[in-house]
């Protein structure tokens, strides 16, 4: 029986592993073992390792890491705390392939301490570009430390190969949170959600993620509020906030947050996590979702709702016809506002992470494909560079 031991660090990405850790557990001949670490260990996020276990998982590691900090020698030095850790952890656990998804620092800090011990890596997600955040580049990072690649397009499979990973190495998947969504879940109605939020939603409501943009000329508290001026230009709307992520100036905007929650308490809920429920059963009814979270990017098209991504974290992500791309000048983000208050936004057309069918055999979701591949695969540290074309010295 093979061992996969699969490694979260923030509630959104556990939320998009979910159907995964649900086929690698049910699966005969795997063995998962759940790594935790990150904020899903800290209250200030919402301790959501609950969730965790309240979802029936077992966590094998959990791994403290997370300085309470608000700058980048912060962060870094969590990558630094992470490494000594998962040494421990990947130790004792000894897998066979680690199982990671997307391009935070937690992940970063787990794939390079299982590249020194010589532990396989599968990475999704790969091939994707961010140009305002650091994930950017540790996203491509975590590329060259993996052996096995699972994207949600052609598109990115091909970058992940221009990067030189074998084609044969380089799976194209879809994406597990659209799966998740369409596949595994039946939401919440609205008198249901408001229920168990405690909060009146009203006629209308927006719902507002917003991250630092780590490596884009956007000051976090500045360009947040520039979106809470947009939006009291619509005062009949109601308004769901979560927390940004535990990226350097994230907490500056929490403080924020918590602060206008304080002032307009009939009006704003200010919440760390939603959960994977009730945050896409808010986006299930929700006038629109706003914001620079990769949710507003890839999942959310599949409510057809419309979502406002404000700024340049997500510059260069494929995107559906029903995201209003703007800057983080308030009058864009009211121009954008405009559009989706007057209907203005086009809900049609393909989503680019929707995973594309097989005409000669019934579908397999991304979960059942990844699994496939991790069932039958034979792993291994040792790859050469693929080149896309042979060398010719030019010069």
Known sequence: MKKIAVFTGTRAEYGILFPLLKAIKAHSELNLQLMVAGMHLSPEFGNSVTDIVNDGFVVDEKIEMLLSSNTPVGCAKSVGIGIIGFADSLQRLTPDVLVVLGDRFEALAVVQTAMLLNIPVAHIHGGEITQGAKDDAIRHAITKLSTVHFTANQAYRQRVIQLGEAPDTVHCVGSLGLENITKHHTFLSKTELQAQLGFDLGEKYFLLTYHSATLADEPPLASFNAIIAALEKYPHHQLIITYPNADDGGREIIKQIECLAGQFPERILAIPTLGFLKYFSAVKYAAAVIGNSSSGIIEVPAF????????????????????????????????????????????????????????????????????????????????????????????
């Open 304 to 395: 057809n709702v419309p979502s406002i991504n404000i700024g340049q974290r997500q510059a260069g992500r494929m995107a559906a016809n029903s995201i209003i791309h703007c800057t983080v000048q308030q009058s864009d983000i009211e121009q954008a506002l405009k559009r989706v208050d007057q209907g203005q936004v086009n809900l049609s057309g393909d989503n680019p992470y929707a995973l594309t069918g097989n005409n000669n055999q019934p579908e397999l979701t991304t979960s059942e494909r990844i699994v496939q591949v991790l069932v039958e695969g034979t792993f291994s540290t040792q790859k050469s560079f693929y080149d896309l074309a042979p060398y010719t010295d030019n010069a």
